[in-house]
């Protein structure tokens, strides 16, 4: 079993910054894939950005430039650098964890709302 710990997310004004963390324990393994995926009231599920444990990365269109992932594979780590925030990205934002054998889980969620 897996267990993600989410934390960040809150209210920001447009163009500002924000940062979320994804803790992963327990049975991780060596090869898997984490990210965030979001879903804003109404709308289906949307990937944000996910990277591999060898660090390749994918970003949606719509975030590219202005969001970076990044993970620490020692400390089984995710984190998610949000800048020039913009009031579509308001949203639910899922840590989510995919491993090489095929598991999927997903983290509690945190809200990302806008501040105006």
């Known amino acids: 079993q897996v267990q993600l710990v989410e934390s960040g997310g809150g209210l920001v004004q447009p163009g500002g910054s924000l940062r979320l963390s994804c803790a992963a324990s327990?049975?991780?393994?060596?090869?898997?894939?984490m990210g965030w995926y979001r879903q804003a009231t109404g709308k289906q599920r949307e990937l944000v950005a996910v990277?591999?444990?060898?660090?390749?990365?994918n970003y949606a269109d719509s975030v590219k430039g202005r969001i970076t992932i990044s993970r620490d594979n020692p400390k089984n780590t995710a984190s998610l650098q949000m800048n020039g925030l913009k009031r579509e990205d308001t949203a639910e934002y899922l840590c989510?964890?995919?491993?090489?054998?095929?598991?999927?889980?997903w983290g509690q969620g945190n809200q990302v709302n806008d501040k105006s």
């Open positions: 327990g049975s991780i393994s060596s090869s898997n894939t």
């Open positions: 990277i591999t444990s060898g660090g390749d990365t």
């Open positions: 989510k964890l995919h491993r090489q054998s095929g598991q999927i889980y």
